[in-house]
């Protein structure tokens, strides 16, 4: 069975079982949530997902790996992470 989250870089079987659980199953699920929310709902959901999730997904989102994200790009998630709301 294909699973399109697998598909997408920077996803391994672990962090895509935990997004299913978290009701993420689409690149367009992770897009209409974005990084920030969608990393959120992973860790509402108790994982013990570290901050490399978060890059994950932003640039599995940018089809780049996450090594290779900006330095202010992260900082700037961090901030957002740190200004959302708790749901």
């Known amino acids: 069975m294909h ?12 962090s895509v079982q935990w997004l299913h659980a ?18 959120r709902a992973v860790k ?3 994982f013990a997902a570290s901050k490399v999730l978060l890059y994950a997904i932003e640039g599995a989102l940018r089809d780049v790996p996450w090594q290779q994200l900006p330095s202010p790009l992260k900082d700037e998630l961090n901030r957002n992470l740190s200004n959302e709301p708790d749901n």
């Not at 978290?22 to 974005?34: K, N, P």
């Open 3 to 14: 699973d399109e989250l697998l598909s997408l870089r920077n996803l391994g079987k672990t």
């Open 22 to 39: 978290s009701g993420i199953h689409t690149r367009d699920d992770l897009r209409r949530l974005g990084s920030v929310s969608s990393y």
């Open 44 to 46: 509402a959901r108790g």
